[in-house]
């Protein structure tokens, strides 16, 4: 009796976790491309191919993951990775100074955006979606400003130094990019501020009420402040990541990003109202979202239907996630209902 | 009850998703014993292109080689895209690949790796001058450059004297190109050219692009020439003008059966055409050829255009845009 007490107990807690929902819809997803998509997409190379783009993604949504729990919006990613790899591909390329110089800068103007985005909401009260929608349009005219006055054109080729490229931008065993590794590293030190740091359960809290967070001593502004700032310095992250990888900057680069961080974090359980989600579940949802990207691909079937199939898909991944954060919220068991 | 509504829709859905692929999915695949993947863009101008790889498919499919066509959604990040785009086809393992080099920074390290894993490149509508460096067999397309001034000489030609070309993709460089094109053009005849840069998002959309024309000729009267970097930008721009009630005219870049018809009538003054579709037949055509029966012309530079559309052979053109070729 006791034992089959405690089974049952586990399994309907493993259920309620946030990321279950994001769990079943990837296996489902991945299964759906495994049976259409054959053996290429199952190979190591098609692995690969989703799982570069879901590293890419996945750096940008987990830090934007913590905005959207702390119950705001960062529509600026694209013009900020974009801001990181064209400062990155100026200065390294164009005025051939070392690579490290370049990557540096690229971070530092990524993270002062963020910072930036950080300080006008909270000294504003605007809508954080009116303050990051303005940056990402500004940042995007000031870089294409810049870099025609620069260089005269909008794309700068960069030929990166040896270091740079191994750590930032090259492919192991010839198939997964190292943005992989630091999408772990960044997995890693999320999941630690969100369940390990005091942080986590500010974060929480601001997401849920930041009224009564900020009555109940929580520093509310210097939260936010910081995760715009870490979300504009993982923007600019993979911006540099890209310049090393692909040695060239486009200033129009990025702006899929915006939406593309935003669906994953959303089909990775996390609430678009804020107070819901979990670091894993964000981690499931760029890999559900790079499957159904690249599997496409996979099937032979003709392409002018892929992105219809792409919304089909999306919308089952996250009804399948909302079945199962229904059941986690409620807190009851389904046989009640 | 609410539960398991959503999960009877999402199993709706994917019935639907499912039939709908089936409908889709190419039958005689299991005939054929060598693919050719050719991979492009997703905007008006390759669906002609599209038309044209569609077309030499017959032919290919008869030769034993299945060709299949995959897009880029957008063009916000062309240089890694593409490169994921390559890396995601080499994947798939074709007998041959097929491909316009948009950002060679970035793509051509990844076109040396699939000829070295033995698949055959053949680039077009962009990369002409990276036939050699990259080692690709064949090059099919036209050269953007040229193709603006040829566009830039003809408009001042017709009287143009102060041009005013709008990018909607500011961050690509062969659209770029084609507004330099176009200005050196004007400049050659004698007049002068400048470029409007509207956000990359405004590519396509039509009130934006209708508004900043109309807003720039009240503005400056003296621009009388106004130039668009592809078709589905063209209309907004004519309907700018006329908001405006300038006479100005109006080059624009590839064609429709609406720009065909204001040439014709003498509305708008003319355009270039790549030939997007003469470039899908015969990228197809040097690629199959070659992966069935080891068959490469000897012209490996393949020149589909510019072909200048006119007031002269507007009218004949017409007919080949309406069906989907020009």
């Given amino acids: 009796m006791a034992g089959n007490f405690r089974s049952k107990y586990n399994l309907s807690s493993f259920i309620r976790r946030p990321e279950f929902g994001a769990l079943i819809g990837l296996v489902v997803i991945y299964i759906f491309f495994a049976i259409f998509g054959g053996e290429n997409f199952i190979a190591l190379a098609g692995t690969a191919s989703w799982l570069n783009i879901a590293a890419e993604l996945g750096i940008i949504a987990l830090p934007v993951a913590l905005v959207m729990i702390a119950g705001d919006l960062d529509l600026s990613v694209g013009s900020t990775l974009a801001a990181g790899g064209v400062t990155t591909a100026v200065l390294s390329g164009y005025f051939n100074l070392p690579t490290a110089v370049g990557i540096f800068s690229g971070l530092a103007l990524g993270t002062f955006i963020g910072f930036l985005n950080g300080l006008i909401v909270v000294r504003t009260n605007l809508p954080s979606f009116v303050v990051t929608l303005a940056t990402n349009f500004a940042v995007f005219g000031l870089m294409l400003g810049l870099c025609k006055l620069i260089t005269g054109t909008v794309a700068v080729s960069i030929k990166p130094d040896h270091l740079s490229k191994t750590i930032l931008g090259t492919y192991l065993f010839e198939q997964f990019e190292t943005a992989i590794i630091i999408w772990l590293v960044v997995a890693g030190i999320v999941s630690w501020i969100l369940y390990k740091s005091p942080w986590g359960n500010w974060i929480y809290a601001i997401g849920g009420d930041a009224i009564s967070a900020r009555l109940t001593g929580i520093p509310v502004d210097k939260v936010r402040i910081s995760l715009f700032t870490a979300s504009g310095f993982a923007a600019s992250l993979v911006g540099v990541m890209q310049t090393i990888l692909y040695e060239s900057a486009q200033v129009n680069a990025g702006q899929s990003f915006v939406f593309n961080s935003i669906i994953a974090v959303v089909v990775g359980g996390v609430l678009l109202t804020g107070g819901y989600g979990s670091t894993v579940g964000v981690i499931l949802g760029a890999m559900t979202f790079a499957i159904v990207n690249q599997g496409i691909y996979y099937t032979g079937w003709e392409s002018d239907w892929a992105s219809l199939i792409l919304g089909v898909l999306l919308l089952i991944a996250v009804l399948t996630n909302n079945t199962f954060r229904r059941l986690a919220i409620s807190g009851k068991s389904k046989k009640g209902a | ?326």
């Fill in chain 2, 1 to 326: 009850m609410k539960i398991s509504r959503s999960l009877k829709i999402a199993v709706a859905f994917s019935a639907a998703a499912l039939a709908l692929t089936g409908l889709s999915a190419p039958a005689s695949h299991a005939a054929a014993k060598k693919t050719v993947i050719v991979l492009g863009g997703g905007d008006a101008f390759f669906a002609i292109v599209k038309n044209g790889v569609k077309a030499a498919s017959g032919p290919a499919l008869q030769a034993g080689v299945s060709v299949k066509y995959v897009g880029l959604k957008n063009y916000d990040n062309v240089g890694p895209d593409m490169v994921k785009l390559i890396r995601t086809a080499v994947s798939q393992k074709p007998d041959a690949l097929a491909l316009p080099n948009w950002v060679s920074s970035a793509q051509n390290p990844e076109i040396k790796k699939a000829i070295a894993a033995g698949i055959p490149v053949f680039l077009y509508n962009a990369g002409q001058e990276q036939l050699e460096a990259t080692g690709a067999k064949a090059y099919i397309g036209t050269n953007e450059y040229q193709a603006g001034i040829t566009l830039g000489k003809y408009l001042a030609s017709k009287g143009a004297k102060h041009g005013l070309c709008i990018n909607t993709s500011p961050g690509s460089a062969n659209i770029k190109q084609r507004c330099d094109g176009m200005a050196e053009g004007m400049k050659s005849g004698g007049g002068k050219g400048e470029t409007l840069e509207l956000p990359a998002t405004k590519f396509g959309d039509a009130t934006a692009i209708s508004n900043a024309v109309k807003g720039a000729l009240t503005t400056d009267a003296t621009i009388d020439a106004v130039f668009t970097i592809a078709s589905v930008d063209t209309d907004a721009a004519n309907a700018g003008i006329e908001a405006a009630k300038s006479k100005a005219q109006l080059g624009s870049w590839d064609v429709s059966p609406n720009i065909l018809e204001r040439i014709r009538d003498g509305k708008s003054t003319a355009a270039v055409d790549q030939l997007g579709w003469l470039q899908g037949y015969q990228v197809v055509n040097y690629a199959f050829t070659w992966v069935a029966f080891g068959m490469l012309p000897g012209t490996t530079e393949f020149l589909t255009g510019p072909s200048l559309v006119t007031k002269e052979n507007a009218a004949v053109i017409i007919g080949a845009a309406k069906s989907g070729q020009r």
